[in-house]
């Protein structure tokens, strides 16, 4: 990939070339009054950059702050959720999903422009009735 030469990434002898060039011109009178202003411009966006480059901005907040993953959006009510939502709730693949919804154990989803789609209120339901796991030394009655 070609390395493009902006302002920024201009190499000193460049911008060294072209002063000279400048100057030369200038000497000649084939250049208006506009060419040192614009010399003196890019002196001073040159100087700019260096300056930047030389203090960069303060990053105390990174080291001060525990950054943590995002909190989940709050529920707007009952949305519509995707195939690829469901399966990843369910951590099943379409086929076994399809067999349930046949079944009855499983909501039916609805058709929304040619997809499937499920009310989330229906997942949640679901998600609620399934059985809690009975561990070691449980009570019977305690989990149900």
Do not use: C
């Amino acid at each position: 990939m070609p390395k493009s030469f902006s302002p920024s990434n201009r190499p000193a002898a460049q911008v060294a070339f072209a002063k000279k060039a400048a100057e030369a011109k200038a000497r000649k009178g084939k250049t208006s009054a506009v060419a040192p202003q614009l010399i003196e411009a890019n002196d001073q966006v040159l100087a700019y950059e260096a300056l930047a480059a030389a203090n960069p901005p303060p990053r105390e907040h990174d080291n001060q702050e525990v950054r943590a993953a995002r909190a989940p959006p709050a529920r707007l009510g009952v949305r519509l959720m995707s195939k690829r939502e469901v399966l990843a709730i369910a951590n099943v693949s379409y086929p076994t999903l399809w067999s349930w919804m046949r079944q009855g154990t499983f909501p039916r989803s609805r058709v929304l422009g040619g997809k499937s789609m499920w009310r989330s209120d229906e997942i949640d339901g679901w998600l609620a009735a399934l059985p809690v796991r009975q561990l070691k030394g449980d009570n019977p009655s305690e989990t149900e």
